[in-house]
């Protein structure tokens, strides 16, 4: 089993600037894609992930809470998750009205990060999952922390994970993006190393976003085994029919 890993990127399918604020036009566009590629054979191994969006990060930054820098108040790391679950809840929810037997992967409860960063997320109920036919949808969460009390863990660190654990073939994010960006903002169609694109990508401009923008992305997917695209939401479909779109990140991970 290789299976297809697609995360929808939170400001894909929320209103970013609005806490708590679901953009379910988005939802159901991306929803209907997935139903679509799954109906008609595209993809049959297929694993989600969501970004946090208006939802986590907005109780995220209230908090003070990054990847890294953690909080011991479990009423906040709660705040946060929960409205991480409240998400969850609307990305399952729209799958089912269109026949997607998606199930709820929540990290919070699978895993932990080590003092040195590193993240122990078992897979092996999203790999059972797949196995019976159903579709795991993962998150972006809080973590347990060694030394932190609880951590932001994104949806992207997520992928990188889940891609390495579980032998992914593809990996797709949906950004609200057509693509990585130069500074014509043209999509660079491909990146297979970080120093040909970083004065490109800058710094992040993600605002109330704790886990970075697109330059932190294309770290981290260029550590993959697996080659990765970036692409709008227009795009789902032509990812998940075997298309390259936007643009196409190949490191030697
Ligand atoms: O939007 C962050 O996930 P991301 C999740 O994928 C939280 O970075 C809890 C802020």
New binding site residues.
């Given amino acids: 089993m290789t299976p297809t890993i697609l995360k929808l990127?939170?400001s894909v399918i929320t209103e970013k600037d609005r806490a708590e604020t679901l953009d379910g036009d988005a939802l159901d566009a991306a929803a209907d894609a997935v139903a679509a590629a799954m109906e008609c054979g595209d993809v049959s191994d297929l694993i989600l992930v969501h970004?946090?969006?208006s939802f986590?990060?907005h109780h995220?930054s209230a908090a003070g809470v990054t990847t890294t820098e953690g909080t011991d108040a479990a009423a906040d790391a709660v705040a946060?998750h929960g409205a991480?679950k409240t998400l969850n809840q609307f990305v399952l929810s729209r799958l089912h009205d269109r026949g997607v037997p998606a199930l709820p992967v929540h990290p919070l409860s699978a895993g932990a990060r080590n003092a040195d960063g590193g993240l122990d997320l078992p897979l092996s109920q999203a790999a059972t999952m797949l196995g019976e036919g159903f579709v795991p949808v993962l998150h972006?969460?809080?973590i347990a922390t060694e030394g932190e009390g609880v951590t932001?863990?994104?949806?992207?660190e997520i992928v990188t994970t889940a891609a390495a654990s579980l032998s992914a073939e593809r990996v797709g994010l949906c950004s609200t993006v057509p693509g990585v960006l130069d500074t014509d903002e043209e999509v660079i169609p491909e990146i297979t190393a970080y120093e040909d694109t970083a004065d490109a990508l800058g710094g992040s401009d993600a605002g109330e976003?704790?886990?970075g923008g697109m330059a932190a992305k294309v770290r981290e997917l260029l550590d993959l085994g697996a080659p990765a695209s970036v692409f709008g939401p227009d795009d789902i479909g032509a990812f998940l029919a075997g298309d390259g779109p936007g643009t196409t990140i190949r490191g030697d991970g």
């Fill in positions: 990127g939170g970004g946090g969006g986590g990060h995220a946060i991480m972006g969460d809080v932001v863990l994104s949806g992207d976003d704790v886990t």
